[in-house]
């Protein structure tokens, strides 16, 4: 939803036995939808304009859309489109050889008579 566009009516309707949250700026949409083969459109006129996300809240309040179809298309369409939250992606850390400090031979060490120990 990258637009700043308002709508003053909002609902949903059934088309091809899927339900859908409509929105519009006048409730002759009704008109069209029927026209176009929607069954079971119920749109509600708005107190003011809102965005599309806005609008689905405020059904969800509205007696007209308190069944369980009309509650589970609005909070779907809700979940669907609010904003993800981004999860930020664990960077690899590329492997290095710890340096090892190199060991000399020792050298071969013969008993003398006349050491000290």
Same mark, same amino acid.
């Given at each position: 939803?990258?637009? $700043?566009?308002?709508?003053?009516?909002?609902? &949903?309707?059934?088309?091809?036995?899927?339900?859908? +949250?409509?929105?519009?700026?006048? +409730?002759?949409? &009704?008109?069209?939808?029927?026209?176009?083969?929607?069954? $079971? !459109?119920?749109?509600?006129?708005?107190?003011?304009?809102?965005?599309?996300?806005? #609008?689905?809240?405020?059904?969800?309040?509205?007696?007209?859309?308190?069944?369980? &179809?009309?509650?589970?298309? !609005?909070?779907?369409?809700?979940? $669907?489109?609010?904003?993800?939250?981004? +999860?930020?992606?664990?960077?690899?850390?590329?492997?290095?050889?710890?340096? +090892?400090?190199?060991?000399?031979? #020792?050298?071969?060490?013969?008993?003398?008579?006349?050491?000290?120990?």
């Amino acid at each position: 939803m990258a637009t $700043d566009k308002t709508f003053s009516v909002a609902g &949903i309707s059934k088309l091809n036995g899927n339900y859908k +949250v409509r929105f519009a700026n006048d +409730v002759m949409r &009704i008109k069209v939808l029927a026209k176009s083969g929607h069954e $079971d !459109i119920r749109l509600a006129d708005l107190e003011g304009e809102f965005t599309k996300m806005d #609008a689905a809240k405020a059904l969800l309040g509205l007696d007209e859309f308190q069944d369980a &179809i009309a509650q589970s298309t !609005i909070t779907e369409y809700i979940e $669907d489109n609010s904003p993800k939250a981004k +999860v930020s992606k664990p960077v690899a850390v590329k492997a290095t050889k710890t340096p +090892v400090a190199k060991t000399t031979k #020792a050298a071969k060490v013969t008993e003398d008579e006349d050491a000290p120990f």
